[in-house]
Nanobody, 120 residues
Framework: VQLQASGGGLVQAGGSLRLSCAASGSIRSINYMSWHRQAPGKQRELVSTVTSAGRAMHADSVKGRFTISRDYAKNTVDLQMNSLKPEDTAVYYC???????????????WGQGTLVTVSS
């Protein structure tokens, strides 16, 4: 099982970016999918998550600005980020809790990080 993230880049404050993450491999089912971020010198934090039932939750710091969405057929999760602020600058990671056909267990998988830089 692999997660491949894309969509990071440099944007001015107030701008928008869309991150995408695709899960592939021997997937039996995907439970939740989420985005996390880690700013320089800080711990990784949860940004947004969407459950298998489609319930979305966002950190207070991004509520009203970020939207997480999931394509169940394609096993992808996107993060639409609007009204970006310099404090949103971080490496963003996608994560998914997946039951693989090989292990039969629910396990967490991480994608590689994608850098988002918001200039003031």
């Amino acid at each position: 099982v692999q997660l491949q993230a894309s969509g990071g880049g440099l944007v001015q404050a107030g701008g928008s970016l869309r991150l995408s993450c695709a899960a592939s491999g021997s997937i039996r089912s995907i439970n939740y999918m989420s985005w996390h971020r880690q700013a320089p010198g800080k711990q990784r934090e949860l940004v947004s998550t969407v459950t298998s039932a489609g319930r979305a939750m966002h950190a207070d710091s991004v509520k009203g600005r970020f939207t997480i969405s999931r394509d169940y057929a394609k096993n992808t999760v996107d993060l639409q980020m609007n009204s970006l602020k310099p404090e949103d600058t971080a490496v963003y990671y996608c994560k998914a809790n997946i039951q693989s056909t090989s292990s039969g267990r629910d396990e967490d998988y991480w994608g590689q990080g994608t850098l988002v830089t918001v200039s003031s």
